[in-house]
């Protein structure tokens, strides 16, 4: 019979969190939780080149569809510089949604402390 090994790590409070979430949910210790993460570990990186794998191709599909249905509304005449234009415009909204959004969720992290 093999010996088992104590593996010792330092984990953030945020991954504690998220670790106890887990095993509460599951019913399970965070101790049995965590050996088994780490006995699937080889089936759980294998998801995650798979699914790094596609993300690509679901973007560049979601990017292609967003193009034909811009192009099927754009007014008759407009001009590449005004869509060039527009298109910097909502780059930078986008961005400063997501800005808000980070500060939201920070905040909301802050909060719980």
């Known amino acids: 019979m093999k010996k088992s090994e104590l593996l010792t790590i330092r984990l953030t409070p945020e991954i504690i969190k998220s670790l106890d979430e887990v095993a509460v949910q599951h019913g399970v ?3 049995a939780l965590a050996r088994n993460i780490l006995a699937n570990c080889g089936y759980f990186y294998n ?3 798979t699914e790094a794998m596609r993300q690509p191709e ?3 599909k979601i990017e ?3 193009i034909e249905n811009i192009e099927k509304s754009l007014p008759e005449g407009i001009t590449p510089t005004l869509v060039n234009m527009m298109g910097e415009m ?3 909204v986008m961005h400063e949604v997501a800005q ?3 500060g939201e969720i920070k ?3 802050n909060s719980e402390k």
Do not use: P
């Open 64 to 66: 292609n569809e967003m």
């Open 58 to 60: 679901n973007v560049a």
């Open 107 to 109: 905040g909301g992290e």
């Open 90 to 92: 909502m780059k930078r």
């Open 47 to 49: 998801f995650l080149e």
């Open 29 to 31: 210790s965070r101790a």
């Open 100 to 102: 808000k959004l980070i």
